[in-house]
DNA sequence: GTCTATACGAAGATAGAC
DNA sequence: GTCTATCTTCGTATAGAC
């Protein structure tokens, strides 16, 4: 009877191995994008071989999919944790400050998630995931509109709507010309049209 | 001495296998992105061969900032076309409304804008180009504001990259989205912000 | 399961004909 | 100036060793 320990670190050895894999390609994708990056990159990057990835996913696009599938999963999961967290419109605005000011503010995080719509814009199968991503961050803020305020003059989700898209945009436009744009730009939009400010 | 008309006709000639690359080359690109366009692809769909393009571009790189080059100018021209033909702020909304709603509803126009601006978040070297680019489009709606509102409580240069951020970040939305938010959400944004619905 | 070696195709770039 | 032919590099994917 050999070691059920054994049998247990092998499981997690290949675990192991499969995240470090994405974990790699998350960042290499984002870096030079789908297009532009190779295989030998991405294994290179985790400490392994080519053979590695093939033994793990059956080709880069399989790979680029499940680099997507959980990063779109962990994205969703993160901004549930900070709406509950925040209390009040005051808290919301402070935690969003720290991040800093925009959640695509961080450079691999806006790329990759640029990366992925390109990708998805270009391969009608994809397409759906996506445009799930996006209907979940328009939900996330109309919950968050709607806990903290009464009577709108306009539809929760048509306000939701338009602070993601700020959000997007503020993140774009800081990433392009961070000289004319501060990624905080965003919160400082929010607390005007809330009248917080 | 032999014909003057001659001489102009080939110059013209010259001219006009340019253009066509060009063209092209503004399609494809924005259809499968810089890594995966093809110069074959390009020189195809302008009717010619890859030897016309090395006549013409150094490179793929270089054929790809020519087109990025003639974009920006024109787009620059166009928009500001728009502003000076529109007295009212109604006016301007009802031309913005027929674009359909939203200057990036073009899906070969967005793509090509969003390859831009990867390229340029990639390629240290070009990034000023664009980040110019970024700040004539909010020089354009600051003017845009300015001509219109007296007295604003904020800098018309805020409120204008507000506008901006939201035109793009709508944008990405109705194109990645299609069924959850509409292009010329934009405009009714603008309409509900301006008091002017 | 991972590595090494290799097959295979694709595409950027160049050379020479016209 | 444009085309045809070719060189060369590179990257995906596979096969077989360990």
Known sequence: MPARVKRLSRTESVAQTRTRLLDAAEEV?????????????????????????????????????????????????????????????????DRLRELPGNRFADRNRFLLLTEFR????????????????????????????????????????????IVLAMENGIATLAHVAPDTVRHDAFVDALEMLTGLR
Chains 1, 2 share one sequence.
Do not use: C, M
């Open 29 to 93: 994708f984002a870096e030079h994008g789908f297009g532009a990056t190779t295989l030998e990159r991405i294994a290179e990057r985790a400490g392994y071989t080519r053979g590695a990835v093939y033994a793990n996913f059956a080709s880069k696009d399989d790979l680029f999919l499940a680099v997507l599938d959980r990063w779109l999963d962990d994205d969703i999961e993160h901004g549930g944790r900070i709406n509950a967290e925040s209390p009040s419109v005051r808290d919301a605005f």
């Open 118 to 161: 390109l990708y998805a814009l270009r391969n009608p199968e994809v397409a759906p995931r996506l445009a799930e991503y996006e209907r979940r961050g328009i939900a996330w803020y109309t919950d968050a509109i709607r806990a903290r305020a009464a009577d709108l003059p306009v539809p929760a989700e048509q306000l939701a709507a």
